[in-house]
């Protein structure tokens, strides 16, 4: 079949499978995270950048991919310290720069999240969350939760 006959996939693959990038600046933490996040079966890619820059960096160059490729839903883990002035920024410009990612926010005592940084993201969750919690958390932003 040539690619001018061939159809591009349903709108809803995308919905079945994602792309994460973990955004942290310890590497040993992200490679953590990688290899729970990995795991998952609808998970087709998991990276790690230790900035936000280097995150959008890597999903805008996922972007220039064939019209006939099946794009996978972005996922940004990203470990930002709320105290940090620059939290809100840095969250407020990737919510700019990739307004169709899912953002979650890895946070070491979520309860205590101040507000205007926790709702420039999808989810605020403990840096700690158990391998369970993390698989359900994917599940979710998959569109495969129960």
Same mark, same amino acid.
């Given at each position: 079949?040539?690619?001018?006959?061939?159809?591009?996939?349903?709108?809803?693959?995308?919905?079945?499978?994602?792309?994460?990038?973990?955004?942290? /600046?310890?590497? /040993?933490?992200?490679?953590?995270?990688?290899?729970?996040?990995?795991?998952?079966?609808?998970?087709?890619?998991?990276?790690?950048?230790?900035?936000?820059?280097?995150?959008?960096?890597?999903?805008?160059?996922?972007?220039?991919?064939?019209?006939?490729?099946?794009?996978?839903?972005?996922?940004?883990?990203?470990?930002?310290?709320?105290?940090?002035?620059?939290?809100?920024?840095?969250?407020?410009?990737?919510?700019?720069?990739?307004? /169709?990612?899912?953002?979650?926010?890895?946070?070491?005592?979520?309860?205590?999240?101040?507000?205007?940084?926790?709702?420039?993201?999808?989810?605020?969750?403990?840096? /700690?969350?158990?391998?369970?919690?993390?698989?359900?958390?994917?599940?979710?932003?998959?569109?495969?939760?129960?």
């Amino acid at each position: 079949m040539s690619m001018m006959n061939a159809s591009p996939p349903p709108d809803n693959a995308a919905a079945l499978h994602a792309s994460v990038t973990i955004v942290d /600046d310890d590497v /040993d933490s992200a490679e953590a995270l990688q290899a729970l996040v990995s795991a998952h079966p609808g998970v087709v890619s998991v990276r790690t950048v230790a900035s936000a820059a280097g995150a959008v960096a890597l999903l805008r160059g996922d972007a220039e991919v064939s019209a006939f490729s099946v794009p996978a839903r972005q996922i940004v883990l990203i470990d930002l310290h709320q105290d940090d002035p620059t939290a809100q920024a840095t969250l407020e410009g990737l919510r700019a720069d990739l307004p /169709d990612a899912a953002v979650v926010l890895l946070c070491l005592y979520p309860e205590q999240s101040r507000g205007a940084v926790c709702s420039l993201a999808d989810r605020c969750v403990p840096k /700690d969350t158990t391998p369970a919690d993390l698989r359900d958390l994917l599940d979710d932003l998959l569109g495969r939760g129960v």
